[in-house]
């Protein structure tokens, strides 16, 4: 084939120019594993400095326990089975710091070490260790704590101004005890999220509204509530997300499908029955939405290959959420939507799959099925 | 055949649990805790030990042609033998099983064995062989229910021991049930191949194992 008719017949093909692959040797960009999950820490570092933050030294006693412990798990089953240590990927890191965003501030040593345990050992090394896992483990080992330990996974302690404000607690008045009397004595006390008030004063259409003010966006937005360590303060959260989309390690489709689908979502719900939830703008702030969008859904291992595959997933994750949120027995269901979906993404990447050149499907094409034979 | 042979190999070698992979319905939902497991196996054990007793009995007069609801009315006869006796004399265990004890009429170990034991041999080796597989049960139900038990509330036997308060309730579930079922099998699988590897041989992995992601044959590499 000569140059001309090459020419030729890259100017027919759209994007062909794109699809040059010439022969070896070829020039490694130079990323590896660890390379990505140190470039994840630093995208962490603004989550992990807000939390430090909002919660100080609760913080800092979550995120060295859970930290310590994955690495410590990870070295002890490299061990066991006489491998060479993985710890230098990074990988175990990144887990114990997004499990530690995804604990209550008080969570005990135990309860860390049976939350690392769980999601090293248990979702991450016996599917096959890094890149073999279907779910993901900090969101495995967040359900599986939800689940085994729901009094200290609930009980949510904050410093005295994330408490909700007085005008909320009035509205909420049948729903939550008022704490606002010790607020002077205390430095930290427990109270409700946002987002568990919202699930126990469903029906009651002042506490919606008190909830979805401009006051208290602004305090979601910067993190001033209760709730997660790292899942209170949105901002940080952006910036995170945002460097990470920057570095290209997470697809942009997830998130913006995810966020996308819960406002529309809330958005049709709360216009219908404005008694049942708050608005779009107080899900998306609330809860694990944002950290669950930019730092869980988008794990490489478990999120979809291909851009629409993607889009699908964040969709389907965002419903999922809503439905939980809205008339589900918790009151926030991100990391368990996220699993849910997790498991379907062998699925989403064969009817995602990108076609060849050229293709067309068998039955466009008049191909009769022989009987019993599958597609 | 050893009378004693066909009694234990329903503990570890033929186990019905951990190698026939059989009954996995009332090994997950009775396992929950210790009394309710140990009971349960010993129910089934009562129902195994009877039904392929009969059955070998009457192993030549039954037509071939009828022969599976035969057996089936034969167990149904036990199960209802056994229910009435928990309902007479220990009616907490019969609460506690609830459904689960009639269910035993369909559990897979009574009748794959009247299929595949009892309607083939005489009737001593029959009653050590349901004897036995009823054993193996027991076994792996009370030790999940001791483990699970003891995880999800710091208790074994209903004893407290004065271990921690707050359990892992979610071993108590079906869950928990599901995991700590696995790394039995796991842990099973990995002493076989101990085993296998001491005498001089090589373990092989049954053919439908996917192998290609997991490296837990690893472990049991003495270096």
């Known amino acids: ?45 603004p989550v ?9 030294f609760h913080a800092v006693l979550v995120i060295f326990y859970c930290s310590a412990f994955c690495l410590i798990f990870e070295q002890l089953w490299d061990m066991a089975l006489h491998q060479k240590s993985t710890l230098k990927d990074g990988s175990a890191l990144v887990t114990g710091l997004i499990l530690a965003l995804n604990l209550p501030p008080t969570a005990p040593w135990w309860l860390c070490m049976t939350g690392c345990f769980f999601a090293i050992i248990i979702v991450k090394q016996l599917f096959g260790g890094l890149g073999q896992n279907p779910f993901n483990p900090a969101a495995a080992a967040r359900a599986a704590l939800l689940a085994g330990f729901s009094g200290p996974m609930m009980t949510w302690t904050m410093r005295a101004p994330a408490m909700l404000p007085p005008t909320v607690q009035k509205a ?20 409700a999220t946002p987002l568990g008030l919202a699930k126990l004063a469903s029906g009651s259409e002042s506490v919606m509204d008190a909830l979805s003010t401009s006051e208290m966006y602004w305090r979601y937005f910067i993190g001033n509530t209760g709730g997660s360590l790292g899942e209170t303060c949105a901002l940080a959260i952006l910036i995170g997300g945002l460097g990470l989309m920057f570095l290209r390690l997470i697809k942009w489709q ?15 719900v709360h216009a219908f029955a404005p008694e049942l939830t708050p608005g779009p703008v107080f899900h998306i702030l609330s809860g694990g939405v944002m950290i669950g969008a930019f730092f869980m ?74 009987r019993g034979e599958i597609k | 055949m050893s009378f004693f042979k066909e009694l234990t190999k329903g503990l570890w070698k033929e186990n019905p649990v951990l190698v026939l992979v059989l009954g996995m319905c009332p090994t997950l939902a009775t396992s929950s805790d210790a009394i309710k497991g140990f009971s349960m196996g010993l129910a089934t054990t009562f129902v195994l030990a009877g039904s392929n007793l009969v059955i070998s009995l009457i192993r030549k007069i039954v037509p071939d042609k009828i022969r599976i609801p035969c057996y089936i009315v034969v167990i149904a006869t036990f199960v209802t033998v ?20 009639p269910l035993i009429v369909v559990n897979c170990i009574v009748l794959g064995r009247a299929e595949a034991f009892a309607s083939k041999h005489g009737l001593i080796s029959s009653v050590a062989d349901g004897i036995g597989m009823g054993l193996g049960f027991t076994c792996v139900l009370g030790t999940l229910g001791c483990i699970r038990e003891f995880l999800a509330s710091g208790t074994i036997f209903s004893i407290h021991m004065q271990l921690w ?45 996917d192998c290609r992601h997991c490296s837990i044959c690893k472990i049991s590499d003495e270096q």
């Not at chain 1, 807000?50 to 100080?56: D, E, G, K, L, P």
């Not at chain 1, 379907?344 to 067309?360: A, E, K, N, Q, S």
Request: net charge positive; glycine share 10%; aromatic share 10%.
């Open chain 2, 82 to 101: 056994v229910k009435l006796l928990l309902q007479a004399y220990f009616p907490s265990i019969f609460h506690a099983l609830g459904l689960f004890l």
């Open chain 1, 1 to 45: 084939m000569n140059d001309t008719m090459k020419q030729n017949e890259q100017k027919n093909m759209p994007g062909c120019e794109m699809l040059v692959m010439s022969t070896s040797p070829h020039v490694h960009e130079g990323s590896s594993i660890s390379k990505i999950m140190m470039q994840v820490v630093l995208c962490l570092l």
């Open chain 1, 297 to 370: 859904a988008t794990d490489m291992v478990t999120s979809p290959m291909t851009g629409w595959g993607s889009l699908f997933f964040g969709i389907m994750i965002g419903m999922l959420t809503c439905i939980i949120r809205i008339w589900g027995g918790y009151p926030e269901g991100v990391s368990f939507s996220i699993l849910f979906m997790n498991a379907l993404v062998p699925l989403i990447d064969r009817i995602f799959r990108p076609h060849p050149f050229g293709w067309t499907s068998t039955r466009a094409a008049g191909v009769q099925m022989r």
């Open chain 1, 172 to 191: 909420a008045a049948d729903f939550v005890t008022s704490a606002t009397k010790h607020a002077a004595a205390a430095d930290f006390q427990t109270g």
């Open chain 2, 165 to 209: 308060d707050t359990g892992f309730s979610i071993m108590k579930q079906a869950p928990g049930g599901f995991i700590l079922l696995g790394l039995v099998l796991g842990g099973m699988n990995l002493l076989n191949m101990r085993k296998a590897k001491k005498n001089g041989g090589k373990y092989t992995p049954p053919a439908d194992f």
């Open chain 1, 254 to 268: 997830v998130p913006l499908g995810m966020l996308g689908s819960i406002a529309l979502f809330t958005g049709i």
């Open chain 1, 48 to 56: 992990i400095a807000a939390s430090i933050w909002h919660f100080r």
